[in-house]
């Protein structure tokens, strides 16, 4: 298996992970990765990530225009390579509809790194975009301002975006926005929650090398 087909392969089983964990239901969502340095795989449109295979996935260019596949590329494709083109270093980008998530967008409300080191440490604050037209340039256009400082954000109305520099860490931080999403639901409904200070934050900030070291295991 060529290093394209195991990509593929990926791509399909991140698919069906987001759709086994209720991320995304019927033909939601869209999942791309990066496999040259102006080109990337992207989902296809109309067609369920829990049911997604290889062969349907979409080569394009940073442009959108098609290099290999028989399937329109996803309806959200312009939002992909937007954040491609801003973000050289960014290798995948996963848009899904998470429920807990989803609400916070439709209630306009955004994660902040307040209550969790896990947050403050990998992922940072999780704005909230402007609403878009679903699969229109609205959405490209009110992504753009968050791209080059945050890794996740919330679609307004919408659902949630992640990106990162691979696929499965696109993955990752979607998977912390959905958990910090219902563990702070579980904190409003308590009445407040107790925030990490801004010099404990920092502290925190200060670590994360260290804790990218322990992720990464001994050598």
Not at 29 to 41: C, D, K, P, T, W
Not at 83 to 95: E, G
Not at 97 to 120: D, N, Q
Not at 166 to 175: K, V
Request: hydrophobic share 40%.
């Amino acid at each position: 298996m060529d290093s394209l087909d195991r990509i593929k392969e990926e791509i399909c089983l991140v698919g069906k992970l987001l759709y086994d964990r209720g991320y995304v239901v019927s033909n939601d969502g869209n999942i791309s990765v990066r496999v040259a340095e102006n080109e990337i795989l992207i989902t296809p449109s109309g067609v369920s990530k829990g049911r997604m295979t290889a062969d349907m996935l979409v080569h394009t260019d940073l442009e959108g225009n098609i290099l290999e596949g028989d399937r329109y590329p996803s309806s959200e494709s312009k939002m992909h390579l937007m954040v491609f083109r801003a973000r050289p270093d960014v290798m995948s980008v996963v848009h899904a509809h998470p429920p807990v998530s989803t609400a916070f967008a439709i209630a306009r409300r955004p994660l902040k790194e307040r209550y969790l080191a896990e947050m403050v440490v990998g992922l940072g604050d999780v704005p909230v975009t402007e609403f878009a037209m679903p699969s229109t340039d609205q959405v490209p256009d009110s992504v753009a301002p968050f791209v080059a400082d945050h890794s996740a954000i919330l679609l307004a109305n919408h659902g949630a975006l992640a990106w990162g520099p691979s696929l499965w860490s696109a993955f990752d931080r979607l998977e912390v926005v959905e958990q910090t999403a219902k563990v702070y639901l579980y904190v409003d409904r308590l009445g407040g929650g107790v925030e990490i200070s801004p010099e404990q934050a920092e502290t925190l900030r200060s670590m994360t090398g260290f804790y990218q070291k322990l992720a990464g295991g001994r050598q």
